[in-house]
């Protein structure tokens, strides 16, 4: 079955730097787009950033654009985000998340979220 | 930026009774719109896509309608687990992709 599990998250101070992984299994991970979404605590969920099930195209939302790289290690079934220049509202848990085909922007399997912290 | 507003924000049915969940774009999107259920501590599960294509596994209960500006996802009859909060989400104008604010479905 599919799984996404996503690590790395704690807390940092404003200005810090943190780097998500998260890792998939359960299908052929290389042949998908993937995403990850936020949801702040008690608050809907945003969009942030996508990647192409090769690496070639990267997408973000304005809100990270600039600060955050999304990138994949299809050789580990892994994908990353890097976060920089982290702020008090990115405050979030972290999901990943599978596109439903290669470039749909439709999210059909969901990891459990990692929560990143931004508090001095 | 495409904007989707959901209504109501919260809803109180009781269980057997029937769901009418609104999502209204600010501008159309054709049928490219979504919708999921999240429950307390869980990630979101997707429901429905493209309006009305019902998601692996997901119970013929539930059904999406709409196109353009305006979207229902409707539950015919409410089973205990099915009390969540759903969001709307479009991919229109991707990769601005954007979620309704949310509805809470409650137990009356």
């Known amino acids: 079955q599919v799984q996404l599990v996503e690590s790395g998250g704690g807390v940092v101070q404003p200005g810090g730097s943190l780097r998500l992984s998260c890792a998939a299994s359960?299908?052929?991970?290389?042949?998908?787009?993937m995403h990850w979404v936020r949801q702040a605590p008690g608050k809907g969920l945003e969009w942030v950033a996508f990647?192409?099930?090769?690496?070639?195209?990267?997408y973000y939302a304005d809100s990270v654009k600039g600060r955050f790289t999304i990138s994949r290690d299809n050789s580990k079934n892994t994908l990353y985000l890097q976060m920089n220049s982290l702020r008090a509202e990115d405050t979030a848990v972290y999901y990943c998340?599978?596109?439903?085909?290669?470039?749909?922007?439709?999210?059909?399997?969901w990891g459990q979220g990692t929560l990143v912290t931004v508090s001095s | 930026e495409i904007v989707l507003t959901q209504s109501p924000a919260t809803l109180s049915l009781s269980p057997g009774e029937r769901a009418t969940l609104s999502c209204r774009a600010s501008?159309?999107?054709?049928?490219?719109l979504a919708w999921y259920q999240q429950k307390p501590g869980q990630a979101p599960r997707l429901l429905i896509y493209?309006?009305?294509n019902r998601a692996t596994g997901i119970p013929a209960r539930f059904s999406g309608s709409g196109s353009g500006t305006d979207f229902t996802l409707t539950i015919s009859s409410l089973e205990p687990e099915d009390f969540a909060v759903y969001y709307c989400?479009?991919?229109?104008?991707?990769?601005?992709?954007?979620f309704g604010q949310g509805t809470r479905l409650e137990i009356k």
């Open positions: 359960g299908f052929t991970f290389s042949s998908y787009g």
């Open positions: 990647i192409r099930y090769d690496g070639s195209n990267k």
């Open positions: 501008q159309s999107v054709s049928s490219y």
């Open positions: 493209d309006a009305s």
């Open positions: 998340a599978k596109d439903i085909r290669t470039t749909d922007y439709y999210f059909d399997y």
């Open positions: 989400q479009q991919r229109s104008n991707w990769p601005q992709i954007t």
